[in-house]
Protein backbone atom coordinates (compact mmCIF):
# COMPACT_ATOMS: atom_id res chain seq x y z
CA UNK A 1 0.00 0.00 0.00
CA UNK A 2 2.22 2.67 1.55
CA UNK A 3 5.85 2.88 3.00
CA UNK A 4 6.74 5.03 5.57
CA UNK A 5 10.01 6.43 6.60
CA UNK A 6 10.92 7.97 9.87
CA UNK A 7 13.94 10.40 10.57
CA UNK A 8 15.17 12.85 12.48
CA UNK A 9 15.19 11.30 16.15
CA UNK A 10 18.23 11.51 18.22
CA UNK A 11 19.84 12.56 21.61
CA UNK A 12 18.22 15.75 23.55
CA UNK A 13 18.30 17.71 26.48
CA UNK A 14 15.48 18.36 28.68
CA UNK A 15 13.59 21.92 27.26
CA UNK A 16 14.84 20.66 24.07
CA UNK A 17 13.52 20.15 20.66
CA UNK A 18 13.46 17.83 17.33
CA UNK A 19 11.72 17.66 14.12
CA UNK A 20 11.03 14.38 12.93
CA UNK A 21 9.82 13.33 9.39
CA UNK A 22 7.96 11.27 7.63
CA UNK A 23 8.25 9.86 4.21
CA UNK A 24 5.28 8.16 2.61
CA UNK A 25 5.71 6.38 -0.55
CA UNK A 26 3.99 4.29 -2.70
CA UNK A 27 -0.10 4.65 -3.23
CA UNK A 28 -0.19 8.00 -1.53
CA UNK A 29 -3.98 8.92 -3.05
CA UNK A 30 -5.09 5.89 -0.82
CA UNK A 31 -4.06 7.60 2.19
CA UNK A 32 -7.32 8.40 4.63
CA UNK A 33 -5.50 10.14 7.75
CA UNK A 34 -1.84 10.20 9.09
CA UNK A 35 -0.83 10.19 12.64
CA UNK A 36 2.30 10.00 14.79
CA UNK A 37 2.93 6.75 17.85
CA UNK A 38 5.14 6.49 20.67
CA UNK A 39 6.43 3.30 22.28
CA UNK A 40 8.48 3.66 25.64
CA UNK A 41 10.17 -0.09 26.60
CA UNK A 42 7.85 -1.78 28.52
CA UNK A 43 4.87 0.47 27.84
CA UNK A 44 1.68 0.18 24.78
CA UNK A 45 2.47 2.24 21.78
CA UNK A 46 -0.13 5.27 22.14
CA UNK A 47 -0.91 8.02 19.72
CA UNK A 48 0.67 11.38 19.92
CA UNK A 49 -0.67 13.16 17.27
CA UNK A 50 -2.71 13.08 14.07
CA UNK A 51 -4.93 14.51 11.35
CA UNK A 52 -8.97 13.57 11.24
CA UNK A 53 -9.77 13.17 7.97
CA UNK A 54 -11.38 16.38 7.61
CA UNK A 55 -7.47 18.26 7.97
CA UNK A 56 -7.79 19.13 11.93
CA UNK A 57 -4.80 18.13 13.95
CA UNK A 58 -4.77 16.36 17.83
CA UNK A 59 -2.99 15.45 20.30
CA UNK A 60 -2.36 13.49 23.40
CA UNK A 61 -2.43 15.66 26.91
CA UNK A 62 0.85 14.79 27.41
CA UNK A 63 2.11 17.09 24.37
CA UNK A 64 -0.55 19.44 23.81
CA UNK A 65 1.20 22.73 23.79
CA UNK A 66 4.65 21.10 23.30
CA UNK A 67 4.18 19.29 20.04
CA UNK A 68 2.98 20.33 16.58
CA UNK A 69 2.08 17.84 13.26
CA UNK A 70 2.15 19.29 10.36
CA UNK A 71 2.67 18.13 6.42
CA UNK A 72 3.76 19.17 3.23
CA UNK A 73 1.57 17.20 0.92
CA UNK A 74 3.62 17.99 -2.47
CA UNK A 75 6.57 16.05 -0.56
CA UNK A 76 4.20 13.19 0.52
CA UNK A 77 5.93 14.01 4.24
CA UNK A 78 4.59 14.16 7.18
CA UNK A 79 6.51 16.66 10.40
CA UNK A 80 6.27 16.50 14.12
CA UNK A 81 8.04 19.41 15.47
CA UNK A 82 8.89 18.53 19.27
CA UNK A 83 9.52 21.67 21.85
CA UNK A 84 10.24 21.78 25.11
CA UNK A 85 11.06 17.64 25.38
CA UNK A 86 11.22 16.05 28.52
CA UNK A 87 12.56 12.58 29.62
CA UNK A 88 9.37 11.05 29.75
CA UNK A 89 9.20 11.53 25.79
CA UNK A 90 11.53 9.19 25.38
CA UNK A 91 10.30 6.29 23.11
CA UNK A 92 10.54 4.98 19.74
CA UNK A 93 8.59 7.67 17.55
CA UNK A 94 6.32 5.59 14.56
CA UNK A 95 4.14 6.85 12.12
CA UNK A 96 0.83 5.61 10.89
CA UNK A 97 -0.82 6.22 7.76
CA UNK A 98 -3.99 4.62 7.43
CA UNK A 99 -5.33 3.77 4.08
CA UNK A 100 -8.17 1.92 2.30
CA UNK A 101 -8.31 -2.00 2.11
CA UNK A 102 -10.01 -4.15 -0.46
CA UNK A 103 -13.39 -4.13 1.36
CA UNK A 104 -13.13 -0.33 2.27
CA UNK A 105 -11.40 -0.94 5.76
CA UNK A 106 -8.74 1.04 7.66
CA UNK A 107 -5.55 -0.58 7.10
CA UNK A 108 -2.86 0.41 9.36
CA UNK A 109 0.56 0.85 7.76
CA UNK A 110 3.68 1.20 9.84
CA UNK A 111 7.38 3.47 9.45
CA UNK A 112 10.12 1.07 11.17
CA UNK A 113 10.60 3.92 13.83
CA UNK A 114 13.23 6.32 14.70
CA UNK A 115 14.40 7.14 18.60
CA UNK A 116 13.99 9.85 20.67
CA UNK A 117 16.13 10.27 23.93
CA UNK A 118 15.43 12.86 25.91
CA UNK A 119 18.43 12.84 29.02
CA UNK A 120 20.94 15.05 30.44
Known amino acids: QVQLVESGGGLVQPGGSLRLSCAAS????????MAWYRQAPGKQRELVAFFSRGGSTHYADSVQGRFIISRDNAKATMFLQMNNLKPEDTAVYYC??????????????WGQGTQVTVSS
Open 96 to 109: MAETAGANNEGLNN
Open 26 to 33: GRILSINT
